[in-house]
């Protein structure tokens, strides 16, 4: 079972020049092509200033396949920027300003292709349940040049009147998808699905995801398509056993999405704490005979768990996907870098493009290396080795193992107990002499001795 096909449309932004100029002069040079279709460079539709760099749909299953994809999206994004230059401008991300002034904010948008209709639905669910966490790993605040920090989770998606909070889809077909867009447009205002952060593509069978702000670095965009695509590949696993992804409450994934745009990763995010209890409630009481809607409509026993928490237990849930897709953990290492450094703080390509202005270094020429390097990891990888060089090689080795082995940190605790112990001995209240309750052993008697 293969992975899908995946295309990316890369945030730009030209800063000081005509972007129109460097787009005329980038496609006299003709930009490099990949899997027989060309790159596109295209200017936003409403800001023109914003630049977009579009991929064909390609398959990036494996590790070779990944470094052909972004050598060739580096490529095109450094030929980006020297037309910039040239022009006597910058080429920048957006929402990071090499100057005084706040620029635009845009995000990276992703396309992944399913196989069939009950696969596209069933991946739309899965990416809607994840996408406040999506938003939590991928969102940036702005920075301008000399001013403060923006701690905000995602400023492009707090400033935005286009998105949506994506809706649970009982069907993908096109009758089914008409009654979604009437129900936006009676309450929402807004007739079109790809306003929602996770959308179903009619005709051509792909899903649209548009909640992920545009990175300052290729290393961390190229993290963002091997975690689309390790969730793509779950829903796959999911159609193939035949299960399906249930519903899950819009008021619960509204409020999350709230917090992880207001807050990012220092939010609390609010889960359902029994969602399986109360699944084996729900079939106990059809076999009873019971109104299905009486169980449905009960109130969720609510609890929240930090985000960076519920973040990092997605990453060790996906660690069969990872495997499957012959991933390293230099490639996943922007997405490491938010849960398991030893510091406890998250660290992005653009905190080391802050230390970079901070220190009086060419910020330019850095925010061009970090948006046109390749490697896996990037810039990222060279300041973890850096700033924690025991640690961090000791995280990135946890990880080579777990994906070598292809099985979570829980599976692998499973796996390595020795036969007949385990965590929570039932058999100790079996084994006590004269135990409590509880199991506990007894302990002396007054005025005795332990035996």
């Known amino acids: 079972?293969?992975?899908?096909?995946?295309?990316?449309?890369?945030?730009?932004?030209?800063?000081?020049?005509?972007?129109?100029?460097?787009?005329?002069?980038?496609?006299?040079?003709?930009?490099?092509?990949?899997?027989g279709e060309s790159i596109r460079l295209e200017q936003h539709p409403r800001r023109q200033e914003l630049l977009r760099l579009t991929t064909p749909m390609t398959w990036l299953g494996t590790r070779g396949a990944r470094r052909e994809g972004f050598d060739a999206l580096g490529y095109a994004i450094d030929m980006v920027a020297t037309a910039a230059r040239q022009a006597g401008g910058m080429l920048t991300a957006p929402g990071l300003s090499l100057g005084g002034s706040a620029v635009p904010l845009d995000g990276d948008t992703h396309w992944l292709e399913t196989a069939d209709p009950v696969e596209q639905e069933v991946l739309c669910n899965l990416l809607r349940r994840h996408s406040p966490l999506l938003i939590a790993i991928a969102g940036r605040g702005s920075f301008v040049r000399g001013g403060r920090r923006d701690r905000i989770g995602s400023r492009w998606l707090a400033d935005s009147h286009e998105h949506l909070a994506a809706r649970f889809l009982a069907s993908v077909t096109e009758r089914h998808l008409y009654r979604v867009q009437a129900e936006l447009r009676r309450r929402d205002g807004i007739s079109h699905l790809d306003r929602m952060d996770v959308a179903p593509l009619m005709g051509n069978g792909s899903v649209l995801v548009r909640c992920l702000d545009a990175q300052a670095s290729l290393a961390e965009t190229r993290a963002h398509v091997l975690l689309l695509s390790a969730?793509?590949?779950?829903?796959?696993?999911?159609?193939?056993?035949?299960?399906?992804?249930?519903?899950?409450?819009?008021?619960?994934?509204?409020?999350?999405?709230?917090?992880?745009?207001?807050?990012?990763?220092?939010?609390?995010?609010?889960?359902?704490?029994?969602?399986?209890?109360?699944?084996?409630?729900?079939?106990?009481?059809?076999?009873?005979?019971?109104?299905?809607?009486?169980?449905?409509?009960?109130?969720?026993?609510?609890?929240?768990?930090?985000?960076?928490?519920a973040v990092r237990a997605l990453l060790d849930d996906l660690v069969p996907e990872f495997s499957r897709l012959d991933a390293t953990p230099e490639e996943i290492l922007p997405l490491l870098c938010l849960v398991e450094l030893p510091g406890?703080?998250?660290?992005?390509?653009q905190d080391l493009l802050t230390r970079s202005a901070g220190n009086g270094q060419a910020l330019p020429e850095a925010v061009r290396t970090a948006l046109t390097d390749s490697r896996p990891g990037g810039l990222l990888l060279d300041a973890v080795l850096a700033e924690y060089p025991g640690s961090g090689q000791l995280m990135l080795n946890v990880w080579r193992e777990a994906l070598e082995s292809g099985l979570s940190l829980r599976a692998r605790r499973d796996h390595d107990r020795p036969p007949g112990r385990s965590g929570s001995r039932p058999d100790q209240r079996r084994r006590g002499r004269a135990g409590d309750r509880r199991g506990r052993p007894a302990g002396p008697s007054k005025g005795g001795k332990q035996q």
Request: charged share 40%.
């Open 231 to 309: 969730l793509a590949l779950r829903a796959r696993s999911m159609v193939k056993e035949g299960r399906r992804e249930g519903p899950v409450s819009q008021r619960l994934l509204e409020e999350n999405r709230a917090r992880a745009i207001s807050d990012g990763l220092r939010a609390g995010m609010v889960e359902d704490k029994r969602p399986r209890e109360r699944e084996r409630e729900r079939e106990r009481d059809r076999d009873r005979g019971r109104r299905e809607h009486q169980v449905r409509d009960a109130p969720p026993d609510e609890r929240k768990i930090p985000a960076r928490q």
């Open 1 to 35: 079972m293969g992975a899908a096909r995946q295309a990316l449309a890369k945030g730009l932004m030209v800063q000081g020049a005509d972007p129109a100029a460097v787009l005329a002069a980038v496609s006299r040079s003709g930009l490099p092509s990949l899997g």
């Open 344 to 349: 406890g703080q998250p660290l992005r390509a």
